[in-house]
């Protein structure tokens, strides 16, 4: 596992996306699990941080990359990611996930947090008080 944290931008959600995810590579090994359930915390156009109740066993020098699948703005996203990072905080694990796509996807996940923080704008502003 690596860790690197160099990104333009993060986007936290204060209402986490909920995500299924399945492990499809150990270490250049392609394997097949059962979908489990993750949520999104924050989302960047290179990955995520995300959480989940289940503990994926990680060796020090193991790649593990998983598919995860999200709805951002009701368009669904598959995205294969690798797991860069574990933490365990408050009964869930915390990964950080660097995704691996193209340049057309990362310009999308930007245009799509515009689109959700300006709906949030939104919403915010009609609401009652």
Do not use: C
């Not at 909920?18 to 270490?27: E, H, L, N, Y």
């Not at 999104?40 to 699948?69: C, F, H, W, Y």
């Not at 703005?73 to 598959?78: A, I, K, P, S």
């Amino acid at each position: 596992m690596r860790h690197q944290m160099k990104e333009s931008f993060r986007f936290s959600f204060k209402q986490p996306l909920d995500a299924v995810f399945s492990i499809t590579d150990v270490s250049g090994k392609q394997v097949r699990t059962p979908e489990g359930k993750m949520e999104v915390m924050d989302l960047s156009p290179r990955g995520a941080k995300v959480r989940t109740d289940l503990s994926i066993p990680i060796e020090r020098n193991d790649q593990i990359v998983i598919a995860i699948t999200f709805t951002l703005n009701h368009q669904v996203y598959r995205f294969k990611g690798e797991i860069v990072w574990k933490k365990y905080f408050l009964d869930h694990y915390l990964y950080g996930l660097h995704f691996l796509h193209n340049e057309d996807s990362h310009e999308d996940i930007v245009k799509q947090l515009k689109v959700y923080v300006k709906n949030q704008k939104n919403a915010i502003n009609q609401s009652p008080n």
